[in-house]
Structure formats: C-alpha cells, structure tokens
C-alpha cells in the first residue's frame, strides 16, 4: 500500500515544498520560491487582461478569456490559502498518518475494521485520477495550437499562430522569438497551476475520505460495545470512544477552516465560469471541435466543484450516523452514569458537520443546484437568441 498522500506530497515537492518525515512538522516560514510561485500565478493575470481589453468588441474571445482568467484566479487562492497555513496542512498530513498507522496496527491485531485501509486506497485512486484529469486538460490546451501549426505545413496553408492560453503580451507574441517567450511562459503557468490543483484539491478529498473511515470505524466501536461487562471495562472503552470523537470533530473543524477561502472561492468563481462556458457552448454550437473544448473545460471545473461537494457530503452523513450507533447498540444494558455519557454522545452527533463558507456549503445538494443552474442558462441564453 502506497504511502499516505504521496502524490499530493510529490506535487508540492515539486513547488518546493518540503514535506514532514516521521513526527516532524515544517516550520511555516515561506522561502523565495514559495513567494514566486505565487507571484508568476498572478503575473498571467496581465496577458490575459490585456486580451480582454484588446479584443474588448468580440465577445465570443472576451467570454473565451474570461473562463480562464478565472480559472487563475481560483489558483491564486489556492495557493495563496496553502502558503498561509501552510504549517497546518503538514499538521493534518502528520496526524492523518499517525491514525492509519493506528488503524494498521489494529487491523494487526484483529480489533480494526479495514475502512481505513479501504479509504486510503480509494483516495490514492481519486486522487491520481484527478491528477490525470488535470494534466489532460492542461496538455489538450499545449498541444492545440501545435496541432494546427503542424496540420497548416501539412495542407500547405497559412496559420496564425495562436498562443495556448488566450493572451496578449507587451511584444510580437505571433513571430519568433515573441511567439516561443510566450508559449513557454504559459507552459509553466499551466504545470504551476495543475501541480497545485492537484495537491490541494486532491489533499480535501483524501482528508474527508479518510476522515468518513475513521467515522465509520467510531460507529463499529460504539455499536459493538458490550454495556454488560463490568463498568470500570466499559467506562474506558467509551471513554476512548468519547476521545476519538472528539479528535474526529476537532479534524473535521479544522478541515473547514483552512479550507474555508478555497471552499467560497471554488463555489463562487465555479458559478460565474459555469455560466461563461454555457455561453460558448451555445454561442458555438456549429463547431465540434469547439464544443470539444468549452465540454471538456466545463467537465474539468465541475469535477473540481463535486470532489469539494462530495467531500462535505460524506463528512457530514458520516458525523451523523454516529447517533445511530449508539440507538444500535446495547446501551440499555449499560449503568445510569454510562447512559448519561452516551446521551451526551447522542446529542453532539444531532449537529451537523458541515464544510463550509459564507452561505456556501459544500454538499452533493448544492452541486445539483448549480448543475440545474447550467441547465436553465442554456434555455435562457437559447431563447434570447
């Protein structure tokens, strides 16, 4: 089984971050290149913008702009979010795998479950399929204009040549040597953008994914516990308990608020892009490969949007069903004093665990709204015409 959030680690090793080993935490202070990374982000913000107000009177390049300029926007939050707790993601990462570890060790002993287990592995393949995911999408934008360069020469007709990324830079970004700064520079801004993407998206998956297992492992604990053994037995197997969820809810309460800025910001500029790109798609729709492009844009967003959504929605059923546990186990064979302990249990798991930021949350409810949303713009905009 491969290590604990391994590819989203790689990522961030390949921003220069460094990772904690064993028990230690990296200290929060940011290095230059942290800062630059976070600066050449930014930086893509100008070429674009300059498109936009260059092309100011065709809309359908504006509209074309404007998806990916706040795609870089979404970006810069992200990383802007992960340098500013930093410390605290290495924190969880280390806790993370201090508990599969436990969990391990468990499992070993005959007392787990295997849902830890089981998470880890549906994480790393979430994960990597994520990672793929963005690559593509990242790789289908390079190799676009190199496509139809190569496809001009062969047909013998005359192309201009087009940059990845729809940018106008300060200098002849059409003929050499103008044309190669550009393509490069954008190629960077893309694999700076994607390995981030990843990380810090892919890291919010694998931390609800993990965190739904250890709920579950809390339910099997309290619902397979025996109330009729002696009650100083029975007192430190819930307070154990007690303990765990405790540590469960700190976990979940922290995932929220270091995630809070990315949660508003994915939710809040996924909506204006949804509607953008719905522009295109309808504005375009007498071009396949066209509408190849706006759907597999629109497709890379919205898996962003579902794995925030669907990460919140498992935290929350998960937190939940720890209530019913204790309806489902022999509590009524247990002392007055443990019933009062096990009510208080009861009471704390009727609150939700909610993912969440302003009047956003993160939940499978709120994905559908926006995906009927899309729905109702593409009538709209249909009727318009």
């Not at 479950?113 to 990672?131: F, I, P, Q």
């Not at 062969?154 to 059409?174: A, C, H, I, Q, S």
């Not at 393509?183 to 998956?205: C, E």
Request: with cysteine; proline share 2%.
């Amino acid at each position: 089984m491969g290590r604990l959030f391994q590819l989203q680690e790689k990522c961030l090793q390949a921003m220069g971050h460094t990772g904690g080993h064993e028990n230690s935490i990296p200290d929060g202070k940011l290095s230059l290149k942290h800062i630059v990374s976070l600066a050449f982000v930014v930086s893509a913000q100008y070429p674009l913008i300059s498109y936009i107000v260059y092309n100011s009177e065709d809309m359908e390049k504006v509209t074309a702009c404007m998806s990916v300029v706040l795609t870089n926007m979404l970006t810069v939050i992200k990383i802007t979010t992960f340098l500013a707790y930093k410390q605290d993601f290495w924190r969880m990462i280390q806790r993370f795998r201090e508990m599969h570890q436990q969990s391990n060790q468990r499992n070993v002993d005959g007392d787990g479950y295997g849902y830890v287990a089981a998470a880890n592995k549906v994480a790393s393949m979430l994960g990597r399929a994520y990672c793929v995911s963005c690559g593509f999408t990242g790789l289908y934008f390079m190799l676009g204009p190199i496509v139809n360069i190569v496809a001009s020469k062969w047909r013998g007709t005359t192309y201009v040549r087009e940059l990845p990324m729809p940018m106008k830079f300060p200098f002849n970004d059409v003929n050499t040597p103008g044309y190669e700064v550009g393509f490069l520079y954008t190629v960077l801004v893309t694999v700076v953008v994607v390995a981030y993407a990843s990380a810090v998206d892919g890291l919010f998956i694998s931390f609800a994914i993990n965190l739904r297992a250890h709920f579950q492992t809390l339910q099997r604990d309290i619902q397979n516990s025996n109330y009729a053994l002696p009650e100083r037995e029975t007192r430190a197997a819930l307070r154990s308990a007690v303990d765990y969820h405790v540590e469960l809810l700190s976990l979940s309460k922290h995932l929220r608020d270091i995630y809070t800025p990315i949660v508003f910001g994915q939710f809040f500029i996924t909506s204006l892009q949804v509607g953008v790109i719905i522009y295109q798609l309808v504005t375009r729709l007498d071009s396949v490969m066209d509408l190849l492009v706006y759907l597999s844009f629109l497709g890379s967003i919205m898996l962003q949007l579902f794995m925030y959504c669907y990460g919140g929605e498992i935290i929350k059923v998960e937190s939940l069903k720890v209530d019913i546990a204790v309806r489902l186990s022999n509590w009524h064979l247990a002392s007055a004093t443990l019933r009062k302990s096990l009510a208080f249990i009861i009471l704390r798991s009727q609150r939700e665990v909610l993912i969440k930021a302003g009047f956003y949350e993160a939940s499978l409810a709120n994905f559908v709204a926006i995906c009927r949303t899309a729905l109702s713009l593409i009538t709209l905009i249909k009727s318009i015409e």
